[in-house]
């Protein structure tokens, strides 16, 4: 969306007179801000804040809604799978292209846990940070009802696996929701709840540092948070969480954020792939050996001309792919043009990361800030980083009202359900599985 949002301002003449087109695809018609969803998950910021509609913001490009099966570059065509497809019966579409960006991002990484299929989520998309806060909320509510002790036990211990950004800024948010919110249960205290993060390594959150990864550790547990570390996942059969240590916690809420990979698409493109599966790129964010094919982004292995070891990429995050896709576009329109390409050269700005309301650590510019100044710091560069004035305002606006009252403590889980209600009135008994809008 980035490389796209600065391809249309740098050929705005040429797109006007039909000269270029830009074919955006994409499974979601919204490009979501994902450092914004623990905030989500938590009720600090409407979940419609999080994402950026792409037809709003690319009103210059032709969008399609759909998933690339696979590209045929010595043809130039994409294959791609549409929501109409299915429906017409015309199969999927054959998308001719001059220049090719493949930005698709990572999935999450998956080991084969036994029963990690069955009752663990990921913490990647918007539909799982809201989820989960309905299944959190909904879990209190199921404590607060039962008379099973040991449903009561499960549903109120929460497990995460993975100690980096996501799990530790998903947990850390939640906890502070859940701890607000068991104030309003009559039979449940806050030192009811048992939160459990999972780390196989020996620290959490490498990205801001070895000292204040520590201070997180001890900021986790001094808000009864179990941080186990040099510690796996073994199984959640039955909803057990067994760890490597021999721990066994009955729960039904299981949260796997234990890694990423690239996108599966890019095994169907037939282009160079490192051993991690990325594209092999270089520092022009082209694809090596290859002309007109591109990327950036998680999918992309790309030089670190910064770095003092040889052979080092950048790492897959956002401040990386925000800045690539700016030098990408840059570097597209230059290659139309004929002229030279600028090699991708980053200064490291640091990273941020968020421990809950007020909390945080962070690590900019070689100082090492932890606590309010961390989280306020943490707010504003994402604040910062957000696409589009609209969003930036919205989101300010909601953290100021946020400010000024409540938490909302709601759970919408029947969202997930919508024409239950309808099925029942009906004499229906709605479908176990949830598929209740086909």
Not at 71 to 94: F, N, Q
Request: with cysteine.
């Amino acid at each position: 969306m980035y490389t796209a949002l600065r391809l249309q301002r740098k050929l705005k003449q040429r797109l006007r007179s039909g000269e270029a087109e830009i074919v955006v695809v994409a499974p979601e018609p919204y490009m979501t801000y994902q450092p914004f969803l623990p905030e989500a998950a938590a009720g600090s910021i409407s979940p419609r804040h999080v994402v950026v509609p792409l037809r709003r913001v690319l009103p210059h490009c032709t969008i399609v809604i759909g998933e690339a099966e696979s590209i045929d570059h010595t043809k130039r065509t994409a294959t791609v799978t549409t929501l109409a497809s299915g429906e017409d019966g015309t199969g999927a579409l054959e998308i001719p292209y001059d220049e090719l960006v493949l930005a698709p991002g990572s999935v999450s990484r998956t080991l084969p846990v036994p029963g990690l299929a069955d009752h663990g989520v990921g913490f990647k998309t918007i539909e799982e940070a809201i989820g989960l806060r309905n299944h959190v909320i909904e879990q209190m509510d199921i404590a607060s009802a039962t008379r099973d002790p040991a449903v009561r036990d499960a549903a109120l211990t929460f497990v995460f696996v993975g100690g980096g950004y996501a799990g530790v800024e998903a947990l850390a948010e939640l906890e502070d929701m859940a701890r607000y919110t068991s104030r309003y249960y009559h039979n449940i205290k806050a030192e009811d709840l048992k939160w459990i993060l999972v780390e196989a390594t020996g620290r959490i959150l490498p990205e801001v540092g070895e000292s204040l990864g520590r201070y997180a550790v001890r900021e986790l547990r001094g808000r009864n948070i179990d941080v186990r570390l040099d510690t796996r996942l073994d199984s959640c059969e039955d909803r057990v969480a067994v760890l490597s240590d021999g721990s066994r916690f009955p729960t039904r809420t299981l949260v796997w954020t234990a890694g990423v990979k690239p996108a599966p698409l890019l095994a169907a493109t037939g282009l160079p792939l490192d051993e991690r599966g990325r594209l092999v790129c270089t520092a022009k964010l082209t694809v090596q050996g290859t002309e007109h094919a591109w990327s950036a982004g998680d999918a992309a292995a790309v030089p670190d001309l910064t770095a003092t070891e040889t052979g080092r990429t950048t790492a897959p995050n956002a401040q990386h792919a925000v800045r690539q896709a700016k030098v990408l576009a840059d570097n597209v329109v230059a290659a139309l043009d004929g002229a030279p390409l600028t090699e991708y050269r980053h200064n490291y700005a640091g990273s941020v990361a968020s421990l809950g309301l007020h909390k945080g650590v962070a690590h900019i510019y070689g100082r090492r800030l932890k606590g309010y100044p961390a989280w306020l710091i943490h707010r504003m560069y994402h604040l910062s980083r957000v696409p589009t004035f609209n969003r930036k305002a919205r989101v300010l606006a909601e953290w100021t009202l946020a400010g000024l009252f409540k938490r909302e403590i709601v759970s919408l889980g029947s969202l997930e359900h919508p024409r239950a209600e309808f099925e029942l009135a009906a004499g229906r008994r709605p479908r176990p599985d949830g598929d209740d809008c086909q």
